[in-house]
């Protein structure tokens, strides 16, 4: 291999080592202040977009011992890694294609280890954030401790009203 494309593949190489998810895209005829755009959009939320040729990033994958192919797409390729949330660069790799048009597709990628398709891919990006499972799960506990609570604050209640009537009743002198 040719001292240059060596430098394109080791260019895939590193990023594919260094981050745990990313999602291969297919495009064509899109325009560099999309793929520009596309790029802030991903590096705000901690991730790279890398576009290269197919040859070589078939070989920085058997580098990296990822086995998928690459063959039957057509169109040029870009590697979209992800930042600190895979799920959140997913869907903003589904949002790019959406706004493109037919021009860009997702046709498959890696998260924690596993390799997907196209398919898969976009049925993980339809998951929830991280913040909103969390969101989801914190409503999940707070929601029967509410209840306990305002059970126990309408006994306490109680207990004090039947004092309350108690005391008021046996306090007041009779009128007759």
């Known amino acids: 291999m040719r001292q240059e494309k060596q430098y394109l593949k080791d260019a895939i190489v590193e ?9 291969i895209m297919s495009y064509e005829r899109i325009s560099a ?3 520009n755009q596309f790029r802030r959009d991903i590096a705000s939320i901690g991730g790279a977009v890398k576009m290269t ?16 192919s690459l063959d039957q797409f057509s169109g040029h390729v870009g590697v979209v890694f992800s930042g600190e949330d895979a799920i959140e ?9 959406d706004d493109s048009g037919k021009t860009a597709s997702i046709i498959g990628g890696r998260i924690d ?12 990006s339809k998951l929830p954030s991280k913040d909103q499972m ?3 799960f914190l409503a999940t506990l707070e929601a029967p401790m509410a209840q306990t609570l ?6 306490l209640s ?9 005391c008021k009743n046996e306090c007041e002198p009779e009128l007759g």
């Open 53 to 68: 040729r197919k040859r070589i990033l078939t070989k920085a994958f058997q580098t990296a011992g990822i086995n998928f």
């Open 150 to 155: 305002a059970v126990m604050d309408a006994l």
């Open 33 to 35: 202040n999309k793929i």
């Open 134 to 136: 969390r969101a989801e």
């Open 89 to 97: 660069s997913v869907k903003a790799a589904f949002k790019f294609c």
């Open 15 to 23: 990023p594919i080592d260094k981050h745990n998810a990313f999602v």
């Open 158 to 166: 109680s207990v004090v009203y039947c004092l309350d009537n108690k």
């Open 113 to 124: 280890g596993k390799v997907y398709n196209g398919q898969d891919v976009e049925t993980l």
